[in-house]
C-alpha cells in the first residue's frame, strides 16, 4: 500500500484519471436515463431492469476500484471488498428465497 | 483481595500518574484522545440510558399489576414500551460492553497503547451523543408507538408518532457502532504487542472482532432500511406499501437482516466477559480455547442466515420458513458448544465465589433457559402458538438481560479495580448479584408460563386469570430494581473510600493485571512483550503462584 503519490494528493492515476473514471459515471447515469425509455422487456421480462442494474454494476465497480483505491489495495482490502458483497448476496438470495416461493406449497391456489 | 502479592510489593507506594490524574480540566475529557477517557464517558452516558429504560420498564409492570387498563391509556402503554425497547436495545445494549469495556481493556489486553484509530474513537461517543439527544428530544416531543420493530405500514402511513426523528437518531447512532467495530477490527490487525499471537489472544478480544464483524456488516442496513422507510413517509415513494407498489414484508426482511445479527451484537461481548471469569475464577487455563474462539466467529457468520425466524407468521412463504427454521437451529451449536466448554473449564478447577463469578454462574442458567426457549420459537410448528405472546418476552429478557446484562454487570464488577483502582465492598457485591438474580428470575420466569397460556404481548390489559402471575412479575421486577441500584451506590463509594486495589487483586495473568491501576494514559511503560499462552496459570506466566493460593485461603465462600 505505499501511497507515495497520495502524498502529493493525486492520487494513483491523477486528476486525468479521476476525470475519466466520473466521465464514465456521468455517461453511465445518462444511459441509464434513455435505456429506460427502450421497451427492452418485450425480449424477456425485467431486461429494462437488468440492463440498468448492469450499467448500475459498471458504475461502483469504477468508483471502488478507482476512487476507493481498492485497485491499489492489499490482498486484506480486496478480500474485505469481496466479502461485503457475497454478504449482500447473502441478504438478497435469502430474501427472494421468500418472495420466489410465495404461493407454493399448502396456500397456492 | 487486599492480600499483597509479589507483584504489587515491587511498587513505590508513591501514587503514579494515570490517565485519570492526568488532567482534570472539562477539555481534557472531552477532546481526549485516551481510550479509558472516552470508555469511562460512555460507561456514564450508557448508564443513564439504562435508568431512562428501567424506568420505563417500571411503568409497564406497574400498568400490568392490574387486568383493567388503569395506570395509563393504551396509547401512552404503546409508547412507553416503545420506547423502553428503543433505549435499551440501540442506546445500552449494543454499546454496553462494546464501548465501555471493549474500549477500556481490549487495547490493555493486547498490549497497545491505544486504539488504532483514536480520534475515530472519540468521534464514534459524539455520534453517540448526539443520536441519543435527538432520540430523547423526540421522546421528551411525545414519543413514538411503533414498537421498536418500527414495522410497516402502520409506521409508514398511520402512525402520527415521531417515527421520523426517532428513526433519525437511531440512524445516527448506528454509525457510532460501526465506527467502533471498525476501530476494534483495525487494532487487533494492527496493534498487537510483540508475542501476542492470535491464538494468545483473550477470548474477550475474539468475541469483540467477531461483534465487530456483525456491527460493520449488519449496522449500514438498518441504517438503509431506516432511510428508505423515511422516504416512504415524507415524499411517497412505494416501497413498503402496497397501495403504492411497495411489500409490508420487504421491511421485516431488511430490519431483520440486521436485528437478528443484532441480538449477537448484544449477547457476543458478553460471552466474551464471561469466558473471562469462568477461566480466571476457576484458575484454570479455559477448556477448548479454538473451539470457543471460532465459536464466536462462527455465531457471527450464521447469526446473519436465520433472520426469518421472525417472520414466521408474517405471510413469509412456508419455504422459506423451513429453511430459516432450519438455520436457526443451526446457529443454536456455536452457543452451545461455549456452554459445554466452560462447564468443562469449571470441572476440577480453584473455583473461586468472588461477586463478579456469581455474575458468571447466574449467566449460565440464565443463558442456557434463554436459548434453550430460543429453540423453542424458531421450531416452525411450535412458533405458531408462541408468536407474540409473552413466552417470546420471556425468552429474549433472559438472553438480553439474563445473559448481556449479567455478563456486563460482571465484567464491571470483575474490571472495577483496574478502571478505578479502588476495591467495592465485596459483602454488597454479593447480596446485589444474588438480588438481581433472584429479581429476575422472579420477573421473567413467570412470563414464560402466562405466555404459554396465551397473553399477548403489547397489551395495556389482559384477561384476570393471568393476574398472579402478572402479580409475581411486577414484585420480581422491584426487587430487580433494588439489585441493579445497589452497584450504582457502592461502586460509587468505593471512588471515595474504597480500600487501594493494587495492580493485580485477583492474581491474574493477564496483561490487563500487568500495569497500573488505574493504567497510565499510555497503558503500560514500556511496550509489553508477551511470552505464555492465554489463561496461563502456570509458571511460565511468570506469575507468583504461592501469592495466588494464599489468596485462594483467604477467600470467602458465600
Ligand atoms: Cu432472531
Redesign the pocket.
Known amino acids: 500500500m505505499s501511497d507515495k503519490h497520495m502524498e502529493t494528493g493525486e492520487g494513483h492515476i491523477g486528476y486525468p484519471g479521476y476525470i475519466g473514471v466520473f466521465t464514465i459515471l456521468v455517461v453511465g447515469t445518462i444511459f441509464t436515463y434513455f435505456s429506460s425509455f427502450w421497451d427492452l422487456d418485450s425480449i424477456f421480462p425485467g431486461a429494462n431492469t437488468l440492463l440498468a442494474l448492469a450499467i448500475a454494476f459498471t458504475k461502483m465497480t469504477f468508483v471502488m476500484l478507482f476512487f476507493m483505491h481498492v485497485y491499489w489495495s492489499p490482498r486484506l482490502i480486496w478480500l474485505s471488498a469481496v466479502a461485503s458483497f457475497f454478504w449482500l448476496a447473502i441478504m438478497f438470495a435469502y430474501t427472494m428465497q421468500d418472495y420466489f416461493t410465495r404461493g407454493l406449497g399448502v396456500f397456492s391456489v | 483481595m487486599q492480600n499483597v502479592d509479589a507483584i504489587n510489593s515491587g511498587i513505590p507506594a508513591i501514587p503514579k500518574d494515570n490517565y485519570l490524574t492526568n488532567g482534570f480540566s472539562l477539555k481534557s475529557w472531552l477532546l481526549t484522545k485516551d481510550h479509558k477517557r472516552i470508555a469511562i464517558m460512555y460507561l456514564i452516558t450508557i448508564s443513564m440510558f439504562f435508568m431512562a429504560g428501567g424506568l420505563y420498564a417500571s411503568a409497564i409492570r406497574l400498568e400490568l399489576l392490574t387486568p383493567e387498563t388503569d395506570l395509563l391509556t393504551s396509547a401512552t402503554y404503546n409508547k412507553v414500551f416503545t420506547q423502553h425497547g428503543i433505549l435499551m436495545i440501540f442506546f445500552f445494549l449494543i454499546p454496553s460492553i462494546p464501548a465501555v469495556l471493549g474500549n477500556f481493556l481490549l487495547p490493555i489486553m493486547i498490549g497497545a497503547k491505544d486504539l488504532a484509530l483514536p480520534r475515530i474513537n472519540l468521534l464514534s461517543l459524539y455520534i453517540y451523543w448526539i443520536g441519543g439527544a435527538l432520540t430523547v428530544f423526540a421522546l421528551l416531543q411525545g414519543g413514538v408507538d411503533t414498537g421498536w420493530t418500527f414495522y410497516t405500514p402502520y409506521s409508514t402511513t398511520f402512525s402520527n408518532s415521531y417515527v421520523m426523528a426517532v428513526g433519525l437518531g437511531i440512524f445516527i447512532n448506528g454509525f457510532s457502532s460501526i465506527l467502533t467495530g471498525l476501530n476494534f477490527i483495525v487494532t487487533v490487525h494492527t496493534m498487537r504487542a510483540p508475542g501476542m499471537t492470535w491464538f494468545r489472544l483473550p477470548l474477550f478480544v475474539w468475541a469483540q472482532y467477531a461483534t465487530s464483524l456483525v456491527m460493520i456488516l449488519g449496522t449500514p442496513v438498518i441504517a438503509i432500511t431506516v432511510l428508505l422507510l423515511a422516504i416512504e413517509r415524507t415524499v411517497g415513494v412505494g416501497i413498503f406499501d402496497p397501495a403504492i407498489g411497495g411489500d409490508p414484508i420487504l421491511f421485516q426482511h431488511l430490519f ?1 437482516f440486521y436485528s ?1 445479527p443484532a ?1 449477537y451484537i448484544m449477547i457476543l461481548p458478553g460471552m466474551g466477559v464471561i469466558s473471562e471469569l469462568i477461566s480466571n475464577f476457576s484458575r484454570k487455563k479455559i477448556f477448548g480455547y479454538e473451539f470457543i474462539a471460532f465459536s464466536s466467529i462462527a455465531i457471527a457468520v450464521f447469526g446473519f442466515l ?2 426469518g ?2 417472520m414466521f407468521v408474517s405471510g413469509q412463504s412456508i419455504y422459506a420458513g423451513m429453511v430459516f427454521s432450519f438455520l436457526t437451529m443451526v446457529v443454536a451449536v456455536p452457543s452451545a458448544i461455549k456452554m459445554f466448554n466452560w462447564t468443562a473449564t469449571l470441572y476440577k478447577g480453584s473455583i473461586s465465589y468472588d461477586t463478579p463469578m456469581l455474575y458468571a454462574i447466574g449467566f449460565m442458567g440464565l443463558f442456557l433457559i434463554g436459548g434453550l426457549t430460543g429453540l423453542f420459537l424458531g421450531a416452525i410448528g411450535l412458533t405458531v402458538h408462541l408468536t407474540d405472546t409473552y413466552f417470546v418476552v420471556a425468552h429474549f429478557h433472559y438472553v438480553m438481560v439474563g445473559g448481556q446484562v449479567i455478563a456486563y454487570l460482571g465484567g464491571i464488577h470483575y474490571w472495577w479495580p483496574k478502571m478505578t483502582g479502588r476495591m467495592y465492598s465485596e459483602f454488597w457485591g454479593k447480596i446485589s448479584a444474588m438480588l438481581v438474580f433472584i429479581g429476575f428470575n422472579l420477573t421473567f420466569f413467570p412470563q414464560f408460563i402466562v405466555g404459554y397460556q396465551g397473553m399477548p404481548r403489547r397489551y395495556a390489559s389482559y384477561p384476570a386469570e393471568f393476574q398472579v402471575l402478572n402479580i409475581f412479575s411486577t414484585a420480581g421486577a422491584s426487587v430487580l430494581g433494588v439489585g441493579l441500584v445497589m452497584p450504582v451506590i457502592y461502586l460509587g463509594a468505593s471512588l471515595i473510600n474504597g480500600k487501594p486495589a493494587g495492580d493485580n487483586p485477583w492474581m491474574l495473568p493477564g496483561l490487563e493485571w500487568r500495569t497500573s491501576s488505574p493504567p497510565p494514559t499510555e497503558n503500560f511503560e514500556k511496550t509489553p512483550v508477551v511470552t505464555w499462552e492465554a489463561y496461563e496459570f502456570g509458571e511460565e506466566s511468570g506469575l507468583d503462584l504461592d501469592g495466588a493460593r494464599r489468596r485462594d485461603q483467604v477467600s470467602t465462600v458465600v
Do not use: L
Open positions: 431483520w437478528h441480538v436465520v433472520w425466524h421472525h
